[in-house]
């Protein structure tokens, strides 16, 4: 690369993110040419796909089987499951089948069945092409679900990793009660009806055992009726299998996404300030259920077309030239600014341009 032509006191926002884009495009283009099978991009998807939801499945028979312990079967679902969300992810930027309609509708169903937590993927189309025109904007609905731009506290952890307490705490704040049933209505509707079964069960199963938990240190036992007994054995196997596992990757990945995106003083369209990228060891209990997404993510604002595999073979490049070209890493100031963009010149990590 050409430091001179790219040196960053020379160029303005616009201009380092062409740059970015054109380095990492590039990285891309050199590891297709290296690795000719990178090319059926098609094939990769459909066997991603394929390869978690079989895990997903045989972690759950070996659990029912009593081979597997529940926390082992919980956690290495969470995983399988994550991978899903960077394929329901690349399926909305139409990166797999996309003259093939009945393929990458077939996807989309199966990422969704794999994560019956997360809202309807034909619907979060709209929402997640918004966000990239309107990132860290009040209009940016996607990321201000997740409590992008919220004022970090006990509320705001509430919402992290619950959705339904997410929208539940959306409607107490709204001020009329038009808008309270607006927001009402389309909770109902973007949730239906997977992830209304999903948070139920979750409700269900926390509600059984608090109780339970309760009475024994009461030292009064409850006399649950037999169909209620055989109710919640369905329901426990439930929340090892499907419901906790995406209960901890929806944490994981709100977590980290509503913290490395920036928001309410970013430049309309300004993809410098738009995002973050959160690489420090300390997350990688974060990072394991959402695969990787706080170091790679900020790569798909530069470069949106690339698949999520790709992404992650062309970090240690993509990372050198954001560093180079101003974009922040490891901002966590943005805890106590509620993601706002601005800073003082002194809170700059080391080394690290500014990205005004």
């Not at 394929?87 to 794999?114: C, G, T």
């Not at 007994?229 to 990757?249: E, K, T």
Request: charged letters at 15%.
């Amino acid at each position: 690369m050409d430091r001179t032509c790219a040196s960053p006191d020379r160029l303005n926002a616009q201009q380092r993110s062409a740059h970015i884009r054109q380095v990492v495009m590039a990285k891309g283009d050199e590891l297709r040419r290296q690795y000719p099978i990178l090319k059926h991009q098609d094939a990769i998807g459909a066997s991603i796909l394929a390869f978690a939801l079989a895990a997903m499945v045989g972690s759950a028979a070996l659990y029912l089987a009593g081979y597997m312990a529940w926390w082992a079967c919980l956690l290495l679902n969470a995983f399988f499951a994550s991978l899903t969300h960077e394929l329901e992810h690349d399926l909305i930027h139409s990166m797999y089948f996309r003259k093939q309609r009945v393929p990458h509708n077939v996807m989309l169903a199966l990422v969704w069945l794999a994560r019956p937590s997360t809202i309807n993927p034909w619907i979060r189309r709209h929402l997640h092409l918004n966000h990239h025109k309107v990132s860290g904007t009040e209009t940016d609905m996607e990321e201000r679900a997740i409590t992008n731009g919220e004022p970090w506290g006990l509320v705001r952890l509430l919402m992290v990793g619950d959705n339904v307490m997410s929208s539940l705490i959306r409607m107490l704040r709204a001020k009329t009660w038009t808008h309270k049933w607006s927001i009402l209505k389309r909770t109902l509707r973007v949730y239906a009806p997977l992830a209304l079964m999903n948070w139920s069960a979750w409700y269900v199963f926390l509600g059984f055992h608090a109780a339970n938990g309760v009475a024994w240190l009461l030292g009064a036992p409850i006399e649950w009726s037999v169909s209620t007994l055989a109710v919640m054995h369905w329901v426990d196997i439930a929340v090892v299998v499907i419901v906790g596992p995406n209960v901890l990757r929806t944490f994981c990945l709100h977590f980290v996404s509503s913290n490395m995106h920036y928001y309410g003083d970013v430049e309309l369209g300004n993809v410098m300030q738009q995002t973050q990228v959160l690489n420090a060891w300390w997350l990688w209990p974060l990072q394991a259920f959402c695969f990787n997404f706080g170091s790679t993510h900020g790569i798909h604002h530069f470069v949106v077309k690339e698949p999520f595999y790709i992404r992650q073979m062309t970090a240690p490049v993509a990372h050198r030239v954001m560093a180079e070209m101003g974009v922040r890493f490891n901002d966590f100031g943005t805890f106590g600014r509620a993601n706002r963009f601005t800073r003082q010149p002194a809170e700059a990590p080391v080394g690290a341009s500014s990205a005004a």
